[in-house]
């Protein structure tokens, strides 16, 4: 749902809201692997870090990111290869 939300809603305060929602539950490790094996929801906040000007929403999603990077298999698999 909250997928769904970072990728339809072009409303910076909800997808803040939304990607901040993703950062808490990614302190889980259960829910970091839930939200790296939904296709592109982690690309989609690495687009929005791009796409804002928002320094706000720009720091929720790579906080977000830096919570989902503790999955260090993902990592790993991202520096093979690296988003576009």
Same mark, same amino acid.
């Given at each position: 749902?909250?997928?769904? =939300?970072? /990728? %339809?809603? +072009? =409303? %910076?305060?909800?997808? %803040?809201?939304?990607? !901040?929602?993703?950062? %808490?539950?990614?302190?889980? *490790?259960? @829910?970091? +692997? /839930?939200?790296?094996?939904? /296709?592109?929801?982690? *690309?989609?906040? =690495?687009?929005?870090?791009?796409?804002?000007?928002?320094? /706000? @929403?720009?720091?929720?999603?790579? !906080?977000?990111?830096?919570?989902?990077?503790?999955?260090?298999?993902?990592?790993?698999?991202?520096?093979?290869?690296?988003?576009?």
């Amino acid at each position: 749902m909250t997928g769904k =939300v970072i /990728e %339809n809603v +072009r =409303v %910076n305060s909800v997808q %803040n809201r939304a990607v !901040r929602t993703l950062a %808490n539950l990614a302190q889980d *490790e259960q @829910c970091r +692997r /839930e939200i790296h094996d939904t /296709e592109g929801l982690v *690309e989609n906040m =690495v687009k929005l870090i791009k796409d804002t000007d928002d320094v /706000e @929403c720009q720091q929720t999603y790579l !906080r977000a990111l830096r919570y989902q990077m503790r999955k260090q298999d993902w990592a790993m698999a991202q520096l093979r290869h690296p988003f576009p």
